[in-house]
Antibody, heavy 116, light 106 residues
Framework: QEQLVQSGSELKKPGASVKISCTASGYTFTTYAMNWVRQGPGQGLEWMGWIHTNTGNPTYAQGFTGRFVFSLDTSVQTAFLQINGLKAEDTGVYFC?????????WGQGTLVTVSS | DIGMTQSPSSLSTSVGDTVTMTCRASQTIGNYINWYRQRAGRAPELLIYTATGLHNGVPSRFSGSGSGTQFSLTISSLQPEDFATYYCEQSHTYPWTFGQGTRLDI
């Protein structure tokens, strides 16, 4: 069964960093790119960018450059999203999703709450 | 960025109904549109890819159509699990962009 399992909820103070993991199972990790998608409280879906799992090359959407970092550990079939210098507006649910143009498999989401 | 406009924003329906929702792209995207269902508190699920392709395991009551800038998703014989929010997404041009969603209410 192909699935993505994400790390648990995080509560962070403004200015801190957070690193979310997304671990794949049931398929060869490096066959598909990994996307990251944000959903603000009560909001819609926003594509943050993706990382090519065979090369490690990331692409960031506008608005997600600078403080956001995509990375991989292919030895454990895991993708990571790190957010530095957290702001209140970073509060939301972050999803990883497998695929290129089509997001076929999604992680369950990780809630990040930024509050002092 | 390519804007994706979904309509209606919400729709009141009942089990057994047939519904159609639409998505309009701000510029032509060929058939590079995908549709997702997101049930409350859950991750999105892929339903339709490249306008008309039914994803593995998705019931045949879901169907997609359209090309260019106008697209639609039809759900026949609504089931209880279909009361959710539906998003279209264009994957023609970076950055991929989603519509704002159509919520189906009982």
């Amino acid at each position: 069964q192909e699935q993505l399992v994400q790390s648990g909820s995080e509560l962070k103070k403004p200015g801190a960093s957070v690193k979310i993991s997304c671990t794949a199972s049931g398929y060869t990790f490096t066959t598909y790119a990994m996307n990251w998608v944000r959903q603000g409280p009560g909001q819609g879906l926003e594509w943050m960018g993706w990382i090519h799992t065979n090369t490690g090359n990331p692409t960031y959407a506008q608005g997600f450059t600078g403080r956001f970092v995509f990375s991989l550990d292919t030895s454990v079939q895991t993708a990571f999203l790190q957010i530095n210098g957290l702001k209140a507006e970073d509060t939301g649910v972050y999803f990883c999703a497998r695929g290129g143009r089509v997001k076929e498999v999604w992680g369950q989401g990780t809630l990040v709450t930024v509050s002092s | 960025d390519i804007g994706m406009t979904q309509s209606p924003s919400s729709l009141s329906t009942s089990v057994g109904d047939t519904v159609t929702m639409t998505c309009r792209a701000s510029q032509t995207i060929g058939n590079y549109i995908n549709w997702y269902r997101q049930r409350a508190g859950r991750a999105p699920e892929l339903l339709i890819y490249t306008a008309t392709g039914l994803h593995n395991g998705v019931p045949s009551r879901f169907s997609g159509s359209g090309s260019g800038t106008q697209f639609s998703l039809t759900i026949s014989s609504l089931q209880p699990e279909d009361f959710a929010t539906y998003y279209c997404e264009q994957s023609h041009t970076y950055p991929w962009t989603f519509g704002q969603g159509t919520r189906l209410d009982i």
